[in-house]
């Protein structure tokens, strides 16, 4: 069974850093695509970026330069390092395997804001 679960979110003012992590489990994690989605009350799900299982990365335009999406295939953990942070980050974080998204975690909230 795919689980996805996403920690890491919170407060942060203008200008601060956060880094989320996503525990997955039930699926063959080092040889999978992997992506973070973020989501705002009334908007379509957002992609911001992906990474391929040999590490090879796409952004979005919006976090281009300020986020960095990583991960550790030993310990089936996703990141994403968000720097510089603007309160139109303010969104729902989400982890998924990419570019299925049949599966998702229960998302976390990061709320930008001074």
């Known amino acids: 069974q795919v689980r996805l679960a996403e920690s890491g979110g919170g407060l942060v003012q203008p200008g601060g850093s956060l880094r989320l992590s996503c525990a997955a489990s039930?699926?063959?994690?080092?040889?999978?695509?992997m992506a973070w989605y973020r989501q705002v009350p009334g908007k379509e799900r957002e992609l911001v970026a992906d990474?391929?299982?040999?590490?090879?990365?796409n952004y979005a335009d919006s976090v281009k330069g300020r986020f960095t999406i990583s991960r550790d295939n030993a310990k089936r953990t996703l990141y994403l390092q968000m720097n510089s942070l603007k309160p139109e980050d303010t969104a729902v974080y989400y982890c998924?395997?990419?570019?299925?998204?049949?599966?998702w975690g229960q998302g976390t909230q990061v709320t930008v804001s001074s």
């Open positions: 990474i391929t299982g040999s590490g090879r990365t």
């Open positions: 039930g699926f063959f994690f080092r040889v999978n695509s």
């Open positions: 998924s395997l990419y570019p299925s998204t049949n599966y």
